[in-house]
């Protein structure tokens, strides 16, 4: 019987894009079995603390308490070099007027609270669930909505404002990509397994590259009434060199991340961030 592994990701579409050809059975290995699972961030960020998937996408945030058990595999980060999660409001507003204003975040543990936080700590950030933040804001239940995922390129045409995005206020500050997610592994797996997964992960990514429309047809699925040309460009954001290796760019990214994290007091422990060699 192949070993059964469990990999578990976001339901949006750069994630559906990378992990298409192992889920569609475009690449794979005969000794092993995958059971794709689709969850919100927040969710598997909470359920990897617990380590109950073998394989899962996490937020590099959530990667600081979770380095005892998993390890970082090499490919399948999502970084925005030069964007990333964006904050908006109902009324055009410079970054100042939000200081010390309830901004709605997607999860404590998203890289995207956390570099909010380093952004501004003064901010009020209120846990609402990503697909309901707009939402939140149109009602005023909240002064601005910090969007992940597909939002960043929906905003406007839902007659939201940028007040700051927070991939190019990193750019600024680090010259770096900005890390928000990437995925781990369980290190109970034993090496020679890790890497086996690695190797097919990597697999996976470089098919729906070598295959792109077929591969965007499979994430239009997961994109959320996207149309076709605007899901094309999400996924090129956030699947593409960096996705395939990180490279050195991508994790002195990583280690910067984690590095100011802990610097500024918002996470309270030193990370080292291991690699799946």
């Known amino acids: ?42 969710s598997l960020n909470e359920r990897a603390i617990r380590g109950e998937y073998e394989v899962t996408a996490v937020s590099f945030h959530a990667y600081a308490y979770l380095v005892d058990r998993y390890a970082l595999l090499p490919h399948g980060a999502s970084m ?13 507003r410079p970054p100042a007027e939000l200081r010390g204003k309830r901004i709605a975040v997607p999860g404590t543990l998203t890289t995207a609270a956390l570099v909010l936080r380093l ?28 969007i992940i995922h597909e939002g960043q390129v929906t905003y406007q045409t839902l007659g939201f404002h940028k007040v700051v995005d927070l991939g190019e206020w990193w750019l600024r500050e680090t010259r770096l990509p900005l890390p928000l997610g990437g995925n781990v592994i369980r290190k109970d797996l034993g090496p020679d397994l890790m890497r086996r997964v690695s190797h097919l992960l990597r697999e996976s990514i470089q098919y729906g590259l070598d295959h792109r429309a077929e591969a965007l047809d499979y994430a239009l699925r997961f994109a959320r009434d996207m149309e076709r040309p605007l899901a094309d460009r999400f996924v090129g954001m956030y699947v593409n060199d960096l996705t395939l290796e990180y490279g050195q760019r991508g994790r002195a990214a990583v280690r910067r991340l984690l590095a100011m994290g802990h610097e500024r007091g918002a996470i309270p422990h030193r990370v080292e961030a291991e690699f799946v060699e």
């Open 119 to 146: 952004w501004d700590p003064d901010l009020q950030q209120v846990v609402i669930p990503f697909d309901q933040i707009m939402d939140a804001v149109t009602a005023g239940t909240v002064d601005a909505g910090l």
């Open 1 to 42: 019987m192949p070993r059964r592994i469990t990999v578990a990701h976001s339901p949006d579409s750069d994630d559906a894009f990378m992990f298409y050809a192992l889920a569609q059975g475009k690449v794979g290995n005969p000794d092993l079995e995958f059971l794709h699972v689709l969850e919100d961030i927040q």
């Open 80 to 92: 925005g070099d030069g964007y990333g999660p964006v904050v908006v409001s109902r009324e055009a």
